[in-house]
DNA sequence: TGCCTTTCTGTAAGCGCTTACACAACTGAT
DNA sequence: ATCAGTTGTGTAAGCGCTTACAGAAAGGCA
C-alpha cells in the first residue's frame, strides 16, 4: 500500500485521528475538515488498509469456510448461498479444501487467522483440531454433522425423507433393493438415510460401499452389483453422484431404467435434472443451508446469541421417471 | 487471540526477536533456546496472529478471485483448480461474486486489501477498477477475458474449436443452424465461438439471444425457436447450460435428437455427459485454467516474472450423440 | 462579560508481529 | 594469551490503523 493515513493528515493539515473520524464516521467533525480529508483522500486516492484496520479493530470482517473438495455440485451450491449472505453482511468469504491435503492442521490454523468465524462442512476438520477451535472461542457452525456441543450445527433432514422415499418405492411395487453407497461414519448424512430406508425396508435392503461417493466409483460398483446373479429391482444411492454412476452402468450392461432396474439419488443436483430418465431424487436446499450457516454464524461472530442451535432444514422427495411411470409425469 | 508473542518470550525467558527466530527459522538460534522457546509455544498453544505476520511482513499469503457468480459448473471447476494450486503455494483463498451486487467497487477494493493478487474473470470488475488496480500494481490475472496491457490474461481457445465443430456438424449433412445464446460483449469467449462457427458456415447460421446463458433462458429461447415453421436443422449453442435448455425444449416438443434435430454445447460440464442424448460439446480445461491462473500469480507475486503473458489453452472436440450418429460411439 | 455545555481536535498508546543493527559470547587458529 | 570470525541474542523501530482521554474552541444563556 502506497498511501497511508499519515499522507492524507498531512495534505489535509489535520491529524490522523481525524482522517480517521471523518472516513469512518465515529466522532464529531466539522463540515469544513470533513471536506478538507475527502479532498485529500481523493487526491491521493488512498484505501485505508484492511490489514490495518483489522488489526486495530481486533476484527476481519470475513468468514471462513472448509470443505473437503469443490467437487461436486453439492458443497458449491452451500458455497453459493453462504457467499451471497456473507457479502450482504459485509463480511468476506475465505475458503479451504482440506481433501487430500498434508497439514491440514496448520492450514486450518491459518484460516482461522484470517477470519471472525468458521463454517465446517461434516468431520472436514480433525476432532482434535475443532476442540481447540472451541477453547479459543472461534465461532463454530458445522454444517452436515451430528449436533456438537458448545458449536451450532445446521444439516439436512435425511431420515424422513429416506422413509418416505422407500415407501414411495414399495408403493411401485419393488421387493428388492440395494442401497448404493454404504455409510463410512456412523451418525452422518449418509448414515442417516440409510437408517431411514432400512427403518422403511428391513432385510429388503442390504447396503453395498462406494469407496467415494462419485460417479466413477458408483458406476463401478453398480456394475459390480448388475452383473451378480441375484439382481436388485431397485438401488437406492447416496447421493446423486453415485446415482449417475448406476445409470451409467445400467446403461452399459443394457438394463432399461425404469423398467428393469430403479434408480434413485440425493441432493437434486443439476446433473440429476438433466440426465434421462431424470434422477428421482431428495432435495436439499443447499443453498439455503448455506444462507442459514452465515446468519447463524453472523449471531455468533457479533455477540447476539451465545447459545448454540441445532438447525435440521427439511428436504422434499423429488419424483421423476428413474424410479418407476408415475400417473402424472414431473414435468421438468 | 489470547496469546501474543510477548507471552511466549516471557515464558521462555528470551526475547521477542529470538521467539519469532526459533519459530521461522530466519536466524541462527541456539538448540536450547530454542527448545525453551518450543515448550513454552507448546504450554501456551501459542499462534502467530496472521494479521500481526501479515502486517509486518507487508504480505498476506493470500490470492483473491472474482467471478460473476458460481451457479454454473465452469466457474467451480476453475475455483477448483485456483484453489488447489493456490494451497499448494500456501496462500488461501478469498473469493468474491459480484453479480448483482451493488458497490462492486467497495467489495472489490476491500478483498484487495486482504490479498497479494486477483485473478477476475472476464469483465467481473469495472475498466475504471481495473485501471485503478494496474496503478496499484496489483498483480493480476484475467481469465476469459481479451488481452489486457499491464496483466496476464488467460483463456481457451474458442475459434479454432468452434470451426471444428461447424466443420463436424456440416459432415453430419447438416444445412440450416442457429446460434443459440447470442454473443453480449464483442470479443469475449463466446462472441469468439460465433465468430468461429460463422466462419465456417456463413450465412447458413443466425444468432439468436438468449438474455442469460442458463438452462432456463436457454429452453425458452429453444422453445421460441423450435416452435417457429423455419426450424433449424442444428442448434450449435454458446454453452453447455443453453444447450441443456435446448434439449428440454426439443423433448418438450416431441423432437428427436440428433434424428429430427442436433443441439451441440460448450464447456463440458457433467450434465452435458449425462444427459441423453449426452451432449456434443468442447471440452474447457477449467481446472487447468484455474490452476494456470494460480500460477501465473504467483509468478508476479513473487517477482519471478514482471513482463504480462497472455496465454491460451487448447480446448477440444468432444463428440457425442447429440449431434448425430457416429460409426464408433463414445463410450462415455 | 463570565460560565457552562457541547463540539471538535490532537496526542499517545495500542493491536501483534518482523527484523536491522549493535553487541556479547563462543570457537578456532596462531 | 590474543585476535578474528562466527554464532547467538536483545533493543528499538516499524508495518497501518483505531480510539480513549485531555484540552481547546465555539456557542448559548444569564
Same mark, same amino acid.
Given at each position: 500500500m502506497d498511501v497511508t493515513i499519515y499522507e492524507v493528515?498531512?495534505?489535509a493539515g489535520v491529524s490522523i485521528a481525524t482522517v480517521s473520524r471523518a472516513l469512518r464516521g465515529t466522532g464529531p467533525v466539522a463540515p469544513k475538515t470533513r471536506e478538507k480529508v475527502l479532498k485529500a483522500v481523493e487526491e491521493l486516492r488512498f484505501t485505508p488498509s484492511r490489514l490495518g484496520v483489522s488489526l486495530a479493530e481486533g476484527r476481519h470482517a470475513a468468514n471462513g469456510i472448509v470443505f473437503p473438495n469443490l467437487a461436486g455440485p453439492y458443497y458449491t451450491e @452451500?458455497?453459493?448461498?453462504?457467499?451471497? @449472505?456473507?457479502?450482504?453482511?459485509?463480511?468476506?468469504?475465505?475458503?479451504?479444501?482440506?481433501?487430500?491435503?498434508?497439514?491440514?492442521?496448520?492450514?486450518v490454523k491459518d484460516l482461522a487467522g484470517?477470519?471472525?468465524?468458521?463454517? !465446517?462442512?461434516?468431520? =472436514? &476438520?480433525?476432532?482434535?483440531? &475443532?476442540?481447540?477451535? &472451541?477453547?479459543?472461542r472461534m465461532p463454530l457452525v458445522f454444517v452436515s454433522r451430528e449436533p456438537l456441543p458448545g458449536?451450532? =450445527?445446521?444439516?439436512?433432514?435425511? =431420515?424422513?425423507?429416506?422413509?418416505?422415499?422407500?415407501?414411495?418405492?414399495?408403493?411401485?411395487?419393488?421387493?428388492?433393493?440395494t442401497f448404493l453407497g454404504a455409510p463410512i461414519a456412523t451418525g452422518d448424512d449418509v448414515d442417516e438415510r440409510w437408517q431411514g430406508v432400512r427403518s422403511v425396508l428391513g432385510t429388503a435392503i442390504e447396503a453395498v460401499?462406494?469407496?467415494?461417493?462419485? !460417479?466413477?466409483?458408483?458406476?463401478?460398483?453398480a456394475k459390480t452389483l448388475l452383473r451378480a446373479p441375484a439382481r436388485p429391482e431397485a438401488i437406492v444411492c447416496s447421493d446423486?453422484? @453415485?446415482?449417475?454412476?448406476?445409470?451409467?452402468?445400467?446403461?452399459?450392461?443394457?438394463?432399461?431404467?425404469?423398467?428393469?432396474?430403479? &434408480? =434413485?439419488?440425493?441432493?437434486?443436483?443439476?446433473?440429476a435434472r438433466h440426465a434421462r430418465p431424470a434422477l428421482t431424487t431428495i432435495r436439499q436446499p443447499m443453498r439455503e443451508l448455506g444462507a442459514r450457516a452465515a446468519r447463524a454464524l453472523?449471531?455468533?461472530i457479533t455477540g447476539a446469541r451465545d447459545t448454540p442451535n441445532h438447525l435440521v432444514l427439511t428436504t422434499e422427495l423429488v419424483l421423476r421417471a428413474s424410479c418407476g411411470h408415475h400417473p402424472q409425469e414431473e414435468p421438468k
Open positions: 493528515a498531512r495534505r @452451500v458455497l453459493l448461498g453462504y457467499e451471497e @449472505v456473507a457479502s450482504e453482511l459485509g463480511r468476506s468469504v475465505v475458503i479451504l479444501s482440506t481433501k487430500g491435503r498434508s497439514r491440514v492442521h496448520d492450514l484470517r477470519v471472525d468465524g468458521l463454517m !465446517v462442512f461434516g468431520h =472436514t &476438520v480433525p476432532d482434535d483440531l &475443532v476442540a481447540e477451535l &472451541v477453547r479459543m458449536a451450532d =450445527t445446521l444439516r439436512s433432514e435425511n =431420515t424422513t425423507s429416506a422413509r418416505a422415499l422407500a415407501e414411495h418405492l414399495l408403493g411401485h411395487g419393488y421387493r428388492r433393493f460401499p462406494t469407496e467415494h461417493y462419485t !460417479v466413477e466409483y458408483g458406476y463401478q460398483a446423486d453422484e @453415485v446415482a449417475l454412476g448406476a445409470l451409467l452402468a445400467a446403461e452399459e450392461l443394457g438394463l432399461a431404467v425404469p423398467d428393469e432396474l430403479a &434408480v =434413485t439419488g440425493w441432493d437434486d443436483i443439476m446433473a453472523d449471531e455468533l
